[in-house]
């Protein structure tokens, strides 16, 4: 036992970096070598979902919502004991990381003050893991759900049965005097890097994306609302991660929102850096609509940005 431990030790080539380790939201940096191949890009079928692996349900309270979140491990569907995420293998997906919450948090006061309506719009969440930010755009009357992992193990042990209990949940609460009905959103889910997996999901334009000719395209494709938490951490995946988003997002409607660390201490990437890249490009707009600096780890943000 001891010796599996040890050798599970030393694959895991990854050291624990964010400020406050404790808080159990840090990142792991590698000490690094060359990335595998990434996988290839699938749709991963609601019906794929995987029963091998030990899943429980608990309730998450979002500031008085609750949804609800399976627990795997990460043993059982990577083979890796206490790992954050290792870049290139597993990027983090089975765990909820605090600007998913964040990020619900935002999106609940963006509708209570009219900015945001998710009714009947097509929403993306990229690096989903968890997909909670996707679930409350279920919930809220969203026509479609497209829900993105790096990993399909991912969205097969946890994603898809995630959207199904909180649906499940959802529709056993309504009674006679509940505003909203029952949960009508088209779900889907895409694995993939970032760099290719456009070529699976169903609402991009299929040409290269050109913000001066985008509206004589085709003014139906897109994305209304990308949704992404936790997803800059990595220097080398923003200009992927900002191109995909440019040919997904619908024109000129369209709006992302951002949830992220300031700076992820160790890998070097966060929303200004990220931010950064946007601005050089010239094609968003962009603005911080939250920031959250409660000391449990380095400052986070949420941000909004939509196309010029
Ligand atoms: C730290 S996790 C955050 C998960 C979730 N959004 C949350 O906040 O709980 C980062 C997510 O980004 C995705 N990701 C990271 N690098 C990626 C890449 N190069 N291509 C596609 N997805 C990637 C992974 O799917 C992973 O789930």
């Keep these: 036992m001891e010796s599996k431990q040890s050798d599970q030790a030393k694959e895991e080539i990854f050291r624990l970096f964010d400020e406050k380790p404790t808080s159990g939201l840090g990142f792991l ?6 990335p595998p191949p990434p996988p290839p890009c699938l749709e991963v079928l609601a019906s794929e979902v995987s029963p ?3 899943y429980t349900v608990e309730p998450v309270n979002i500031g008085g919502l609750t949804l609800f979140k399976g627990r795997v491990s990460t043993q059982e569907v ?3 004991t206490n790992s954050d995420l290792v870049p290139g293998k597993y990027e983090g997906g089975l765990k909820l990381w605090e600007g998913s919450l964040d990020l619900i948090t935002t999106l609940s006061s963006e509708m209570q003050d009219g900015r945001l309506s ?4 097509r929403v993306l969440e990229l690096g989903c893991g968890h997909g909670l930010p ?10 479609l759900v497209h829900f993105q992992d790096f990993n399909s193990e991912v969205l097969q042990y946890l994603t898809i049965p995630n959207v199904a209990v909180n649906i499940e949940k959802n529709s056993q609460c309504l009674g006679p005097d509940v505003e909203e009905g029952p949960v009508n959103t088209e779900t889907r889910f895409f694995s993939g890097d970032w760099g290719e997996v456009h070529h699976v999901l169903s609402c991009v334009c299929s ?7 985008r509206p004589q395209l085709d003014q139906a494709a897109g994305y209304d609302v990308i949704l992404m938490a936790e997803t800059v951490y990595s220097i080398s ?23 992220a660390k300031k700076y992820y201490f160790g890998v070097g990437g966060g929303s200004r850096r990220f931010l950064a890249l946007v601005e050089k490009d010239g094609a968003f707009v962009s603005s911080l609509v939250a920031e959250v600096a409660d000391g449990s780890s380095n400052v986070r943000e949420v941000w909004k940005l939509h196309l010029k």
């Design 29 to 34: 940096d590698a000490e690094r070598s060359l």
């Design 52 to 54: 091998s692996a030990k």
């Design 78 to 80: 990577f083979t890796l």
């Design 118 to 121: 998710f009714t009947g719009k």
């Design 134 to 143: 996707g679930i409350f755009a279920c919930l809220k009357g969203a026509s």
């Design 207 to 213: 040409n290269e994306y050109n913000i001066r000719s």
């Design 237 to 259: 995946a923003l200009p992927n991660l900002y191109k995909l988003i440019k040919k997904c997002l619908s024109y000129p409607h369209g709006v992302v929102y951002m949830a």
